[in-house]
């Protein structure tokens, strides 16, 4: 049965730690707000949902999604203007990767007005917590895993869905480097590359060491197969500026995360007439390309950062570098833009973003 309506019970703290704060050092993810919301899926439904203080839970120690794996999250911001106006940008986006991630790993879908409203809520009681400071914003953290207390390999019966919030200032400061990857791969074709599932990144983490102990920030990781096409970076999808197209790697195999990010980036460069190329991208292109001056801009693009500059590139024993941030007129105007828009101060043309 698809329940679009649930309650959502609000209990709320009667001791604020917004206090505490120290707004002018923020460390990604590690200051969360005063509230969580909760939402258990049992009896083949899913039960009311609860906002709650913000706190620890507790774990049976065979709860399956420790043992199994089925697990999975979402990201994604609120943003507040300058006449404190709180907008979340693009959650139906989200609900529907949800959607997708909750199929390929056998777990129980949230209709996506559902899973808007439970965002949307959340952020309206803590919306105090969402800093109006230039780059800054509330990144807000759906996640759903496996409950039962049961050994043994088959679909959870009961789960739980829970989002919390952090206020966070911009997450890459810098221009990042990153590793062309041929040995160890992300994601394979058939398998799970496609859902935002916890054990992809899990399964990075072992390679991403490697690359950060030669001094990368990150992977660029190639296809499974061959290791001859880029697909996309840790936590980004990657895009290029090809003799003035924007190019970057086609989501048609399943092994490619489909970021609101990078298709937002897409429709904004259609909308002001740039050609865009969906396609494979092979390592040679890329290579030859940043050699030769064809490749004059290359950035990730993700909600954690928006747009992160691209500007070494590890490829064997080779470090390539690309044009200096400021040569790259395509991706400062986009970053930008995407920016003015999120925070209000460009008109939300596309109706992407959803006020609070
Ligand atoms: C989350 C994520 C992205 C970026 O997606 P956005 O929706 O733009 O935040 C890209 N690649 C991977 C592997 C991711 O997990």
Redesign the pocket.
Known sequence: MLQDTINIKVNTTTKSRISEVNWEDLPFGKVFADHMLLMEYKDGQWQDAEIVPFGEIGFHPATSAIHYGQSIF???KAYKNQDGEVRIFRPD??AK?FIESCERMCMPIIPEQLFVECVRKLVEVDQNWIPDREGYSLYIRPFMFATDEFVGIRPSETYKFMIFTCPVGSYYSEPVRVKIEETYT??AEGGV?RA?AAG??GASLFPARKGQAEGFHQMLWTDAKTHEYIE??????VMFVINGKLVTPSEESDT?????????VIDVAKHWGMEVEERKVSVKEIVEGIRNGSVTECF?????ATIAHIIKMGYRDEVLDLNPVENRPFSMKMSQYLDDLKAGKEQDVFGWTLKV
């Open positions: 979402e990201g994604l986006m989200n990767r992300r994601a590359g935002k992809n990144y996309e970076s840790g936590t980004m999808n490619i995360l489909r970021g609101i990010t990078k298709r937002s990730g693009a993700g909600t954690a």
